[in-house]
């Protein structure tokens, strides 16, 4: 379920981005980025990585890579901007209310009902799009994760040696092989089955394609470029209108990237298995 723990949008967003002049990084500390080491929780044990199971809405999805802030030493969470605005939330009354963005509610993993964070952009969200440029067909929400958390969390994608970085669609070819782990429907009931590959199809610069048996439940999940372990990008939904239609399609990492930097999120980088950070 998805519970409203902020009423302002704007205030949220331009708070937790650091919009605001008086919030914005000194060069200094942005020199002084590259010397933070995030800490995480060891893979095997973690609560949270990518490929684990999520509730944010009225269903569930899938967890995608995990990010982090090096200047502000914040610890974020990617999935499909679909999966957080879907359904109605609880407005602390008891009584449910439709929510036009997704933007200040709760993430959780529902196997143990833990809160694990809140959302802070929604690709969704008609603010960011009308004020911010944001394309709302990246298809991408971000989640801050609650304090502590990264010591439950671990960047390794489930099952895979990922990510080692990420990589740009200049460098991919059709035929490519890719890997994802999700928890769709049916293959997402068995731990043998939710790692699944996939061959790619096309990589446009903002989007990938490819053939894949990707379900419902499987959105926001990380797709890895299987050659070298690099993020592909996230799982969206059919591409069907793909040329040719393929079963699968979804934003690439420097697409998010580009997208987080236009709404005041430019310092987000991804988190990689060993440890370090990469951004744009």
């Known amino acids: 379920m998805i519970k409203i723990r902020h009423k302002s949008l704007a205030c949220l967003v331009l708070a937790l981005a650091g919009c605001d002049s008086s919030m914005q990084a000194s060069e200094s500390s942005k020199a002084s980025a ?19 199971m999520i509730e944010t809405g009225s269903s569930g ?26 359904g109605a939330s609880d407005d602390g009354t008891g009584q449910r209310v439709s929510v036009e963005t997704a933007i200040g509610t709760v993430v959780t993993i529902p196997e143990s009902s833990q809160e694990i964070g809140t959302v802070v952009f929604d690709s969704d969200s008609p603010d960011l799009q009308q004020n911010f440029g944001v394309d709302g067909g990246v298809d991408f929400a971000l ?28 460098d991919t070819a059709s035929g490519d092989r890719f890997s994802f782990h999700g928890h769709g429907m049916v293959f997402g009931g068995a731990d043998a089955t939710r790692t699944r590959p996939g061959v790619l199809v096309v990589c446009d610069g903002n989007n990938y394609a490819g053939y894949t048996a990707a379900i419902f439940g499987d959105s926001g999940g990380p797709a890895v470029h299987d050659a070298n372990g690099l993020a592909l990008g996230f799982i969206s939904g ?14 690439t990492l420097p697409y998010v990237l580009r997208e987080l930097s236009k709404a005041g999120f430019g310092n987000v980088a991804l988190a990689t298995v060993e440890g370090g950070f990469v951004g744009l």
């Open 34 to 52: 590259t010397d933070w080491n995030p800490q995480w929780g060891a893979p095997d044990s973690a609560l949270l990585r990518p490929g684990s």
């Open 61 to 86: 999805c899938t967890a995608g890579f995990l990010f982090v802030d090096p200047v502000k030493q914040l610890y974020y969470m990617g999935t499909a901007a679909h999966c957080a605005s879907g």
């Open 238 to 251: 059919a591409g069907l209108d793909t040329t040719p239609p393929t079963e699968l399609i979804g934003p």
């Open 143 to 170: 989640v801050l994760l609650d304090p502590g958390l990264n010591e439950m969390s671990h960047p390794q994608v489930i099952s895979l040696n990922a990510p080692t970085g990420f990589i740009d669609c200049a």
